[in-house]
């Protein structure tokens, strides 16, 4: 890393990722740098005032913002933190997504290094009316930080970044003081199956770390990607695509009282928040991939669940335009029918799922412009084919549903993880190398059979080519020769930073087996 002290912009709002608490290293230099600033900055007296001796000392939240700042240095020197200044936000006592006892205590922190220069900041807004957006302080490294960090030569591959954080998360909706809807974690008391899956979450998580994952014709491990939706609409979101995003954690939606029957879906791997298009080019240990789904997952379910024989490969396809006057050609109408039918799914009435579809459309798309009635012709066109599914929708089932798509994807997941062979989970979609396919698709075959008692259909995507070839010999149907064709993976040029990532991965890997 070069010095562009001077050169960098001013901190803008957008080009930011939020504050990461469980980052951590043991690393000379970074223990050499806490220390020192430690003591220059004043922090070593928040830890000699007061009678109570709290869980974690003033000196590891100044490491820990210093690995967040330093990672995201390497990463896009531009890149600000998100950090909550607000107390209520930090809370230790108690808390399961707060093992590292991260104190309100990071704030005054945070302050000292912005007293002596090391840190500046572009000051949030909290919207108390409700109408309005609030955003959270954003800091990013000074000149003179910049300066200590280009002296490290601790690489991102040297840092843990998930130290004890929670895996197993238990997620509510509900609404504040002001009506707004919000989503908090809850506290809950661990049962055999949330050990269970911890643990195999755990195994999951120590194979991708020893995995490179990473796409090679990037120049750097950042994607950048256009919002099209909701307020932040027209922004552009930095997905870090290196070793810091790539921890992977469930979500089950409710309350304990739900028995944990509701969501458990993956999350957290940068896999799942680039864009669909990018998602084929994911090399894995260097090898090219394929990805593999489900076709028409959820509405399958119901047609099971309702005693259908075999899955439908296509139910969205309703073969005849319902709107040809709004929608003009079948493919927009099948991905209209997709989007409302999940939505249906999902929601607890029509209108709810009507207004659903439209918020979730782009700006501009003629989705936005279909009315209630309209939509409601295009529920009608699908239920005209499937009646049995009638009264399954608008019941939001959805949570149910993906309870157990997750049950799916946790046994493929453990599958490949006890083989040591790395699969990524995008829900209902799977990622490997592209000479596992077949494997994937046989386990994806068995695992739909083992929860739902039906095989259902699949569908395969990669970055491939057809290449013809002639065979003959002396193979029972082949004695008189015939034109094949067979699939191999395209090739993705390295970049030369996607080169140097490689090597410094596998150079820490090796360390690592010595």
Avoid at 60 to 72: F, K, Q
Avoid at 424 to 431: G, M, P, T, V, Y
Wanted: include cysteine; glycine fraction near 4%; charge should be neutral.
């Amino acid at each position: 890393m070069t010095a562009e002290d001077d050169t960098l912009p001013k901190i803008d709002r957008w080009r930011s990722v939020l504050l990461d608490v469980h980052k951590w290293s043991d690393h000379a230099e970074i223990k050499d740098l806490t220390d020192r600033l430690y003591s220059e900055c004043g922090i070593d007296a928040f830890d000699k005032s007061g009678n109570r001796k709290p869980k974690r000392k003033a000196y590891d939240m100044l490491r820990i913002l210093l690995l967040d700042l330093y990672v995201n240095w390497l990463k896009d020197p531009s890149l600000a933190i998100g950090m909550s200044m607000r107390k209520p936000d930090y809370k230790v006592k108690g808390s399961r997504y707060n093992q590292l006892f991260i104190s309100d205590r990071i704030i005054d922190v945070e302050k000292s290094l912005e007293t002596n220069d090391y840190v500046e900041k572009l000051q949030g807004y909290n919207d108390k009316t409700g109408a309005g957006q609030s955003y959270s302080t954003r800091i990013r490294h000074t000149s003179k930080l910049r300066a200590a960090f280009e002296k490290l030569t601790i690489d991102a591959y040297d840092i843990s970044y998930h130290e004890k954080r929670e895996t197993i998360i238990l997620r509510e909706k509900y609404e504040d003081e002001t009506k707004s809807k919000k989503v908090r974690n809850l506290e809950y008391e661990d049962t055999d199956y949330t050990n269970t899956i911890r643990d195999q979450l755990t195994t999951y998580n120590n194979l991708l770390k020893r995995t490179f994952i990473d796409i090679p014709s990037l120049h750097d491990p950042i994607v950048k990607r256009l919002i099209t939706k909701g307020k932040r609409a027209g922004q552009t979101q930095f997905i870090s695509i290196g070793p810091d995003n790539k921890h992977v954690h469930r979500v089950f939606n409710g309350t304990e009282e739900d028995n944990w029957t509701k969501g458990g879906r993956f999350y957290g791997g940068w896999w799942l928040q680039i864009p669909r298009d990018m998602r084929k080019d994911i090399y894995l240990n260097d090898k090219p991939t394929v990805e593999v789904d489900y076709k028409a997952l959820h509405p399958n379910f119901l047609l099971i669940e309702m005693g259908s024989d075999t899955s439908v490969i296509d139910p969205y396809d309703l073969e005849s335009l319902i709107l040809p006057e709004k929608v003009p050609d079948l493919e927009m109408q099948r991905a209209y029918v997709k989007s409302l039918i999940l939505m249906a799914i999902n929601a607890d009435s029509a209108s709810l799922a009507f207004a659903a579809f439209r918020n979730d459309a782009k700006k501009g798309e003629i989705a936005r412009s279909l009315t209630n009635v309209q939509l409601q012709k295009l529920l009608d066109g699908f239920t005209d084919r499937f009646p049995e599914l009638k009264d399954a929708l608008n019941t939001g089932r959805a949570l149910q549903l993906m309870n157990k798509d997750s049950i799916i994807a946790n046994m493929v997941i453990n599958h490949f993880t006890q083989k040591g062979i790395p699969v990524l989970c995008i829900h209902d979609s799977f990622i490997i190398q592209h000479d596992k396919q077949d494997e994937l698709k046989q386990v994806l075959h068995n695992a739909s059979v083992q929860v739902t008692g039906k095989g259902i259909e699949q569908d395969s995507k990669s970055n491939e080519k057809k290449i013809k070839t002639y065979v003959q010999g002396n193979i029972r149907g082949f004695e008189e020769g015939r034109t094949q064709y067979i699939k191999l993976p395209n090739k993705v040029a390295p970049t030369e930073q996607y080169i140097l990532r490689k090597n410094k991965f596998s150079k820490w890997l090796s360390l690592q087996d010595d």
